[in-house]
């Protein structure tokens, strides 16, 4: 190295990264008498190149491996790609590409910059889910679930995407709009495949109460998510011109039936099929058709309704009809696709109450309001039961809904009932960039599962992208197959992406496993995964499937022992940056702005003003993001890693900062430097006394550290390393013991190496520090306070703080006391009555 004082990253760097390479150093070494750590991060999409949010996430995954290796456990860390999507699909039809040969580039590329960051990483267990085999079990798995019956077809109505022209499961339709293009999702009938979730509603809200490592805030999402409603089912008497005699409806409020001013039915309700022939019923119908299935969709909606001509009696009031409306906000999979009205107390009842003149009644009025009346808006809160005869008086909801059910049930017109909000989880997606579905139908129509043997189901090659609507159903060739002597042909839907991320942590365990998806005595050594970190925003998507693909292997299956898939879950926070616009309103990168004055300017145009907007999550739509891979060549892989640990904690966002960045790179440098005055001091063989004070340092920083990783405290050990650093800096200064210098520089050394892989490793490796390496123990003896605070009071109230030897007795303490300049307004010339002594605490002192 030309300059030994300085930290040249670029050439160290690239060394351990060879040599991590060549000596397979991070490829998992099994030694069943240890315990094992499974450490899983976010499962990435290859989209080009890595982003902060990765480097922050891996990061994160990276120090915990690594510092759970040092303890000796038996470490599985590692790496793949959920590689099937449409955006893979996307670019490909733009630029007449094969989607796989995008996707294996985009791979190629990420792969290298996780490289960079010194990951420990066994690259020799990486999957991808676009590889055959992997979708070849995935296939499997599916038949699998097919047989036990947790695999149907059915038609149904469904989020559709008007751009992507694809369905949408109900997750992935953020405010009304497609997760990926944004636009507007509509409502279209068709046949789908669904995975029975509902099935395991119960297990699965009841199975959030076992997490104990996981956020109270994700299982709060996911019992919402889930959503257990206790209620009735009860029929209401119809009356009018069609032969209906009942609708039955599901609710939560029968104690607000006093308040009923309506009843509203889906407008895929059996009853519409005595409407199909109107002609302002199909337009209605079609404006329906515009708004997607989720709740949330049709809350934003504008609430439409189509009056019909049948009346509907309330069961605790039959003199009363009121009128029955299809209703563009009823759900036609929830409650029996019919819901009472009571606009008193439910803001969406009010809105259409309001807008189609209905009646409004107040039925629960606030405990503290006797004369209570809804007027501008529903009053949902809890309450008192008012104009309800023999409900008057109790208290709402708690009383009022059990009694109300109780008096359904003696007029049996009503039962007691569960619901659950989550719904079967629709698989089919209508395009070729996926996993096949193992099914064809023969010339009748009938389902014909693909043969074990003949599995996997491949994608065609040099497919035709560029027609409208899938691709596969466009391709004769690939859709026509033989089975058991039959002309069949397959099914053209390929699975919905989320099935791909399910199960992949399963798969880590045997990745070489060609008979199965997982080898049995390998997944019952290394599952459950022991740490998951991931963003929040997989709180529900990707954490809720998971656990209902474990569920649905342990289905029926007595070898299959775990319905968990991931024990601890850590969720991380993003990193941000601010916005930045041009004067046309278009988003511009940190990289085409430029600070001149007071304000910032487009770099191309002095005098195009931008304007700076608030800081927010890196995004590419917003191109507030900054590139990781420039960052790395600019500072190294250490100070990005530093960098992204040290501004706050893991869990909250991070603010990117170019001098926060340069602050990191300069404390690499600058430990370089320290490093290299401690090897010297060593080599130099001072045989001073034994270094007490070091010793205590170095047993009370592992003991902080530890403490601070096992409670992902990742920022406060930074603050530990800036702490240390002006330590030994400091403690050169004195009378050394080369000895003890040498034995406590290894360990702290050691302690850092998770933050800082390649510069300790260079360090270790130039002190000829054994490579076989542990985590430092403590000794206790060093632990102990030799001095702690003592509280001083003056008739009770807190008047000093004196820093003094431990176990000091009163009389000693009290000496400390009277030289205090901080006292001396407080004791002098006045007589003391008594004096209280606490020990090792406190001394108050009445006078």
């Known amino acids: 190295m030309e300059n030994n004082n300085r930290y040249n990253f670029k050439v160290i760097e690239n060394k351990w990264q060879k040599f991590w390479e060549k000596n397979k150093s991070?490829?998992?070494?099994?030694?069943?008498?240890?315990?094992?750590?499974?450490?899983?991060?976010?499962?990435?999409?290859?989209?080009?190149?890595?982003?902060?949010?990765?480097?922050?996430?891996?990061?994160?995954?990276?120090?915990?491996?690594?510092?759970?290796?040092?303890?000796?456990?038996?470490?599985?860390?590692?790496?793949?790609?959920?590689?099937?999507?449409?955006?893979?699909?996307?670019?490909?039809?733009?630029?007449?590409?094969?989607?796989?040969?995008?996707?294996?580039?985009?791979?190629?590329?990420?792969?290298?910059?996780?490289?960079?960051l010194g990951l420990s990483i066994d690259w020799d267990r990486e999957i991808s889910t676009c590889n055959e085999d992997y979708y070849k079990h995935q296939q499997l798995f599916f038949l699998e679930l097919y047989e036990k019956g947790l695999v149907y077809r059915k038609e149904n109505f469904v989020n559709w995407d008007p751009v992507d022209e694809t369905v949408l499961a109900n997750e992935q339709v953020i405010d009304g709009k497609g997760w990926r293009s944004g636009a507007v999702v509509q409502r279209k009938k068709l046949n789908q495949w669904f995975f029975n979730i509902s099935k395991f509603s119960d297990d699965l809200l009841e199975g959030l109460n076992e997490l104990t490592n996981w956020p109270n805030k994700v299982k709060v999402m996911q019992q919402n998510w889930i959503g257990k409603s206790f209620g009735c089912e009860l029929n209401f008497k119809i009356e009018g011109d069609l032969p209906v005699d009942e609708i039955k409806c599901f609710t939560t409020r029968p104690d607000t039936l006093f308040g009923f001013s309506f009843l509203a039915i889906s407008p895929d309700h059996p009853i519409s099929k005595h409407y199909e022939n109107d002609p302002d019923f199909i337009k209605f119908k079609d404006e329906c058709s515009k708004t997607g299935t989720t709740e949330e969709s049709l809350a934003m909606a504008e609430k439409i309704g189509f009056k019909t001509n049948l009346k509907a009696i309330n069961p605790?009031?039959?003199?009363?009809?009121?009128?029955?409306?299809?209703?563009?906000?009823?759900?036609?999979?929830?409650?029996?696709?019919?819901?009472?009205?009571?606009?008193?107390?439910?803001?969406?009842?009010?809105?259409?109450?309001?807008?189609?003149?209905?009646?409004?009644?107040?039925?629960?009025?606030?405990?503290?309001?006797?004369?209570?009346?809804?007027?501008?808006?529903?009053?949902?809160?809890?309450g008192i039961i008012i104009n309800s005869e023999f409900l008057n008086g109790l208290k709402a909801p708690d009383q009022s809904v059990v009694k109300a059910i109780e008096i359904l049930e003696e007029r049996k017109i009503g039962t007691e009932k569960i619901n659950f909000r989550l719904k079967d989880w629709g698989v089919s997606r209508q395009r070729y960039w996926g996993c096949p579905i193992p099914i064809a139908y023969d010339e009748k129509g009938e389902i014909k599962t693909i043969p074990k043997d003949q599995l996997p189901v491949k994608l065609p090659k040099n497919i035709n992208l560029n027609c409208k609507g899938n691709p596969l159903d466009n391709d004769e060739n690939w859709k026509n197959v033989n089975i058991d002597g039959k002309k069949c042909y397959r099914e053209t839907d390929t699975l919905d992406t989320f099935v791909d991320s399910s199960w992949y942590f399963l798969r880590f365990c045997s990745p070489k496993n060609d008979k199965y998806g997982f080898d049995l005595d390998e997944i019952n050594y290394w599952m459950p995964v022991d740490q998951y970190i991931g963003g929040v925003e997989h709180a529900i998507l990707h954490l809720l499937y998971s656990r209902f693909?474990?569920?649905?292997?342990?289905?029926?299956?007595?070898?299959?022992?775990?319905?968990?898939?991931?024990?601890?879950?850590?969720?991380?926070?993003?990193?941000?940056?601010?916005?930045?616009?041009?004067?046309?309103?278009?988003?511009?990168?940190?990289?085409?702005?430029?600070?001149?004055?007071?304000?910032?300017?487009?770099?191309?145009?002095?005098?195009?003003?931008?304007?700076?907007?608030?800081?927010?999550?890196?995004?590419?739509?917003?191109?507030?993001?900054?590139?990781?891979?420039?960052?790395?060549?600019?500072?190294?892989?250490?100070?990005?890693?530093?960098?992204?640990?040290?501004?706050?904690?893991?869990?909250?966002?991070?603010?990117?900062?170019?001098?926060?960045?340069?602050?990191?790179?300069?404390?690499?440098?600058?430990?370089?430097?320290?490093?290299?005055?401690?090897?010297?001091?060593?080599?130099?063989?001072?045989?001073?006394?034994?270094?007490?004070?070091?010793?205590?340092?170095?047993?009370?920083?592992?003991?902080?550290?530890?403490?601070?990783?096992?409670?992902?405290?990742?920022?406060?050990?930074?603050?530990?390393?800036?702490?240390?650093?002006?330590?030994?800096?400091?403690?050169l200064e004195t009378e050394l013991n080369s000895d003890d210098l040498s034995e406590c520089y290894k360990k702290i050394l050691i302690i850092f190496s998770p933050v800082l892989p390649h510069l300790i490793n260079e360090c270790l490796s130039e002190m000829n520090y054994d490579k076989n390496n542990s985590w430092p123990k403590t000794e206790k003896k060093y632990l102990e306070k030799t001095n702690v605070d003592y509280v001083i009071q003056i008739n009770g109230k807190k008047r000093s703080l004196i820093n003094a030897e431990k176990d000091l007795k009163q009389e000693l303490l009290f000496e400390l006391v009277k030289k205090d300049k901080l006292l001396d307004k407080y004791l002098k010339d006045i007589s003391i009555k008594k004096i209280i002594f606490v020990k090792n605490r406190l001394m108050n002192i009445l006078i």
Request: aromatic residues 14%; charged residues 25%.
């Open 549 to 731: 693909f474990m569920r649905s292997l342990a289905y029926n299956n007595d070898a299959f022992k775990f319905k968990e898939p991931f024990e601890g879950l850590f969720t991380q926070g993003m990193v941000c940056h601010e916005t930045y616009k041009d004067e046309n309103n278009n988003w511009l990168s940190p990289e085409e702005v430029e600070l001149s004055g007071k304000h910032y300017y487009v770099k191309t145009n002095s005098s195009s003003k931008v304007t700076v907007g608030p800081s927010e999550s890196m995004s590419k739509s917003k191109r507030n993001v900054i590139d990781p891979e420039n960052i790395i060549n600019n500072y190294g892989a250490d100070a990005v890693r530093f960098f992204i640990l040290s501004d706050s904690p893991p869990e909250k966002d991070v603010q990117w900062s170019e001098q926060g960045m340069l602050s990191s790179y300069k404390f690499v440098q600058k430990f370089w430097g320290l490093h290299q005055k401690i090897k010297n001091k060593i080599e130099e063989k001072h045989n001073g006394k034994e270094d007490i004070v070091l010793k205590k340092f170095t047993n009370q920083l592992i003991s902080k550290i530890t403490h601070n990783l096992n409670n992902f405290s990742y920022n406060v050990i930074i603050a530990n390393m800036h702490e240390t650093y002006n330590f030994l800096h400091k403690h």
């Open 316 to 382: 605790f009031e039959e003199s009363e009809k009121v009128p029955v409306y299809f209703a563009n906000f009823v759900l036609m999979d929830y409650g029996f696709g019919a819901v009472f009205g009571c606009p008193g107390h439910d803001q969406r009842d009010f809105d259409f109450a309001k807008k189609y003149n209905l009646n409004i009644k107040t039925v629960v009025r606030p405990k503290d309001q006797e004369n209570f009346e809804v007027k501008t808006e529903a009053f949902p809160g809890e």
């Open 26 to 116: 991070f490829k998992t070494k099994i030694n069943k008498e240890k315990e094992k750590f499974y450490c899983l991060e976010m499962f990435p999409y290859p989209s080009g190149k890595i982003h902060m949010g990765h480097v922050r996430n891996y990061a994160i995954g990276d120090v915990l491996s690594r510092y759970k290796a040092l303890q000796g456990y038996n470490v599985l860390h590692p790496m793949g790609w959920d590689s099937f999507g449409l955006p893979a699909e996307n670019a490909a039809k733009q630029n007449n590409l094969d989607p796989k040969d995008w996707t294996e580039k985009n791979i190629s590329v990420m792969k290298s910059q996780l490289k960079k």
